[in-house]
Nanobody, 125 residues
Framework: QLQLVESGGGLVQPGGSLRLSCAAS????????IGWFRQAPGKEREGVSC????????HYADSVKGRFTVSRDNAKNTVYLQMNSLKPEDTGVYYC??????????????????WGKGTLVTVSS
């Protein structure tokens, strides 16, 4: 059973930065792609970014391209989401999720197998 724990959320002013972490435990020999999702108050959850098991393939939602960067350190079983130039509309609970995949070069933002409990990001002056 894969377990995911997010950290790094908090209150930040517009234009500021935060780095979220997603620590995973219980990995098997399978490939796992990791996705970041967020849910703003009163809105549906949306996919933000994903990274393949190898880290070579990354994808971003249009709303965060050029501002967010996803990375992973497989030695530490941790995935990061560096968020720069934050906007009030980036406010929400951020979740990481894992998807077992057949290749170490793919990632998706749907059909996730495991979810963390989330960390709150608030962008406000």
């Amino acid at each position: 059973q894969l377990q995911l724990v997010e950290s790094g959320g908090g209150l930040v002013q517009p234009g500021g930065s935060l780095r979220l972490s997603c620590a995973a435990s219980g990995f098997t020999s399978d490939y796992y792609a990791i996705g970041w999702f967020r849910q703003a108050p009163g809105k549906e959850r949306e996919g933000v970014s994903c990274i393949s098991s190898s880290g070579d393939s990354r994808h971003y939602a249009d709303s965060v391209k050029g501002r967010f960067t996803v990375s992973r350190d497989n030695a530490k079983n941790t995935v990061y989401l560096q968020m720069n130039s934050l906007k009030p509309e980036d406010t929400g609970v951020y979740y990481c999720a894992a998807l077992r995949v057949s290749s170490d070069y793919v990632c998706y933002l749907y059909g996730m197998d495991y979810w963390g409990k989330g960390t709150l990001v608030t962008v406000s002056s």
